[in-house]
């Protein structure tokens, strides 16, 4: 997976908005490892780490997007972005994950 990718662009296409798109560098798989799964990783959506994972795990979400769709994380200030990116990237074993 590219590193440097628009999370929210299939909902502007949706939208029909066309800001310039954002970089999103997600977390390494170190640190995405220090967080177990009742770690709050989107406090704007009370979304945690072990959701993401379960998600991901269960086969329901296979995507950042699907995630986004499904829990919202990322939604509200967007900081979390990077961190939930990091999450699916390990558990779906690329850039470095399992």
């Not at 798109?21 to 989107?42: N, Q, S, Y």
Request: proline share 6%; hydrophobic share 35%; aromatic share 4%.
């Amino acid at each position: 997976m590219d590193t440097q990718f628009d999370p929210l662009a299939s909902i502007r296409d949706l939208l029909g908005d066309d800001p310039a798109p954002t970089t999103v560098v997600p977390a390494t798989p170190e640190e995405v490892a220090t967080f177990d799964d009742d770690a709050m990783v989107c406090t704007c959506n009370n979304v945690n780490a072990g959701e993401i994972r379960s998600l991901i795990r269960s086969g329901e979400c296979s995507s950042l997007d699907d995630i986004q769709v499904r829990t919202r994380a990322g939604g509200g200030c967007g900081a979390c972005i990077p961190f939930v990116a990091g999450i699916v990237n390990v558990e779906l074993g690329c850039c470095g994950g399992k």
